[in-house]
């Protein structure tokens, strides 16, 4: 068992972290202010199928990596205006996005590359493994920083405990949740970007495998804190290395089935939000629409 | 200071102001009363610009001014304290009172000079109030205070305060009467939204009454009084006394030995004795948070049985340890303190409200496991007939009611019950004076109908104009029992306080 825990198990811990912290903090903004997140999965195949076909075009990671930044933000905008323009649900709004999201890139890698199941290979030296990590890891305290000591994160904070104190005290309740919402959606992108350019070559369909989920799953986990949040994507991370290290692995004589190995971090994430959701208090306004009266 | 012109507002179909004027001097304290509806509130969420007039002028230092959103009402130096304090409970008191008017840069708030000046402020009008304390953990009287402090941090001169004295004990409305008098003395204008008349007499200089919507009559304090201000509010002569005959009590109906309730912490109820007979209303006065709350929900059946000692017992039999609704069925009724909490599902129609509590029997349920929703509707129409409850629709949602009418609909249904002993709380917070006077008017009868009646109020003069028998609580204890018709409020305040004992019976 020793050759298990290695190096190697580390840095797959961090790379599978990665998406999860960007996709939940970017998730963090938008719940702070008071809008549920669950588009956060659909947020990501939008960053990640958008990165690797404007990589193959642009022949550059950058251009790419924006893109992903620019599509994540646009399919949260929908978000955005549905929920706090038109006061729908939140659930709702975010579980369209996400059928949306699933369906989307194969139509559109459909037409543009004539395959609807992944888009075409980026060549090697236009792929970027590592810069997405150092972004999901720096973001982490530059998060807590702008949450906690600007008075763009103290606005953001009381808009999403008591709209109503906020809108009293003269901040714009509906601007401070446009904003917030646009953020995780480049956030998510990046995300995305980083599982098609950055682990990947590729946008293959449903890319994300959940990890959209697992990022909220992470997020509530945390506290909606920075720090603890990505402590919670570095466990869910762990769970993911160590299911992909099992493999193969013999126990008993016998070979443990793939799909058994491959369930752990689904069961982890489970056994984490049924044991810890309830000590976990969420913001006070979270899913509720601000009507103002008038 | 502020002057409103010929403002009206509409919502849908109601007229909540009609061509109102007001106008307010600087320097004074000017009470703005009226009943619920009468649109107090919005006329002065119009000058805080929370709502915008349909038609009308807002002159401000002698100059029409726009007033469209709370901002443009903070850069003329209006502040407003709502009746629901506007505070993020998570959140310190300095960054409440910062938010939206944060110092330092946009990449960092000086939180340092905040909590500097919120200091001096704090100390400038004797406020005692510490910055880095959260929300959550102060008391209503401190949250209060730093709703004041936000307006002041704000550079308010005029300050709107909608109802403030609705959440303090007698002791707080004293503090807070100060601190408004010595605001008044460094020159601040204040507004008082109240529906209490011997606040108005306490604390205005002038006074502005309203009704339905329209402003009818403006007049200077000191050449007025309760009486004529009541009929003016309410549009007829209204009994500010309470008139009852002496009680003739008979047996003991319930009987409370040694009762020791732990749930609430500090509070609770510490080793309480005492009898309730047929045909008297006992009252307990106390300042809010002394047991009170614990001591009838323990005798409603709301307290676990493992956080309670002591015994309770109904007409000679022991209930110390039977359910809620077992004392329902043995003849207890309940009026909660809290309507929103206790009381009513708000969102629930009138009809369904009026059978909470019988909801499993009769009338609510005739035939199997069916409800019987002719038999609520009658029932509910009854009470609403019976005890005026406004407006007369069993449709709406108790939502819709103001908080008069919904505590009548909660004492329509608990009186139909025709209970041996009643347990009323509150009966009257936030509720105006004609549905006091008519509260009061029934709860009288029914004790001459031979109830026995446990009665827990804030309002000391309601306990003492009410109550045959008074029963002074501090600290979960039973400190004293006076006679309310030959104890001074004074010597009842000081007993409430801790003060000195009474003659323990």
Known sequence: MNELFNLNLLFSTIRLATPLILAALGGMFSERSGVINIALEGLMLAGAFTAASITYYAGSPWVGLFAAILAGACIAMIHAVVCIRYKADQVVSGTAINILLTGAPALLSGAFFLSSGSTPQVPEQHLIPYTPIVIAFALVPLTWYVLNRTPFGLRLRAVGENPEAADAAGVSVNRMRYTAVLLSGALAGIGGAYLSIGQSSLFTRNMTSGRGFIALAALIFGKWRPVQTMLACLLFGFTEAIAIQLQGVRFGGEEIPNQFIQIIPYVLTIVVLAGFIGQSRAPRALGIPYQKER | ?505
Do not use: W
Request: proline share 4%.
């Open chain 2, 1 to 505: 200071m502020l002057e409103l012109r010929e403002i009206t507002k509409r919502f849908g179909d109601v007229l909540a102001n009609d061509h109102i004027n007001i106008r307010v001097e600087p320097g004074t304290i000017h009470a703005i009363v009226g009943e619920n509806g009468a649109g107090k509130s919005t006329a002065m969420r119009i000058a805080y610009g929370f709502y915008t007039a349909d038609s009308g002028e807002i002159i401000v230092d002698g100059e029409p001014r726009r007033i469209e959103t709370p901002h443009d009402a903070i850069a003329l130096g209006i502040g407003m304290v709502h009746q629901h304090f506007m505070l993020v409970d998570t959140m310190s008191v300095a960054e409440n009172i910062v938010l939206g008017a944060e110092p330092g840069s946009a990449a960092s708030i000086d939180l340092r000079k905040a909590a500097q000046e919120i200091r001096a402020l704090s100390d400038e009008f004797r406020l005692s109030v510490d910055p880095n304390a959260l929300v959550q953990d102060l008391s209503v009287g401190q949250q209060q205070r730093v709703e004041l402090l936000k307006a002041l941090y704000r550079h308010a001169r005029l300050l709107i305060l909608d109802e403030p004295t609705a959440v303090l004990t007698p002791q707080e409305v004293e503090e807070f009467f100060a601190i408004l008098r010595r605001m008044r003395e460094q020159g601040k204008t204040v507004i008082i939204i109240t529906h209490k008349l011997s606040e108005v007499l306490a604390i205005s200089d002038d006074v502005t009454v309203m009704r339905d919507g329209r402003v009818v009559g403006r007049l200077k304090t000191a050449e007025t009084d309760a009486a004529e201000l009541a009929r003016m509010m309410v549009g007829r002569d209204v009994l500010l006394r309470v008139e009852k005959p002496d009680a003739r009590p008979g047996g003991a109906v319930l009987s409370v030995k040694g009762l020791s309730v732990t749930a609430g912490g500090e509070r609770g109820v510490r080793d309480v004795s005492f009898d309730v007979r047929a045909g008297e209303i006992v009252g307990v006065a106390g300042v809010e948070g002394n047991g009170q709350t614990e001591l009838i929900e323990a005798l409603a059946g709301l307290v676990t049985p493992s956080q309670m000692g002591g015994a309770v017992e109904l007409g000679g039999r022991d209930i110390t340890r039977a359910s809620a609704r077992e004392r329902y069925e043995l003849g207890i009724a309940h009026v909660p303190e809290d309507r929103h909490r206790r009381g009513l599902l708000l969102d629930f129609d009138l009809a369904e409200n009026s059978i909470l509590g019988v909801h499993y029997r009769k009338p609510a349920v005739s035939f199997g496991p069916l409800l019987d929703l002719a038999g609520i509707r009658d029932r509910a129409l009854e009470i609403i007939r019976d005890f005026d409850v406004r407006p007369a629709n069993p449709d709406l949602p108790a939502r819709a009611l103001s908080g008069g009418n919904q505590q009548k609909l909660i004492i329509g249904r608990e009186f139909e019950l025709r209970p041996k002993l009643l347990l009323v709380s509150q009966p009257t917070r936030g509720v105006d004076i004609g549905a006091i006077e008519f509260i009061h008017r029934k709860l009288v009868r029914l004790r001459d109908e031979g109830c026995a009646i446990l009665l827990v109020s804030a309002e000391l003069e309601e306990v003492t104009s009410l109550a045959d028998r008074l029963l002074v609580i501090y600290h979960g204890r039973i400190v004293g029992e006076v006679d309310p018709k030959r104890t001074s409020q004074e010597e009842i305040g000081l007993m409430m306080t801790g003060g000195r004992k009474g003659n323990a019976e």
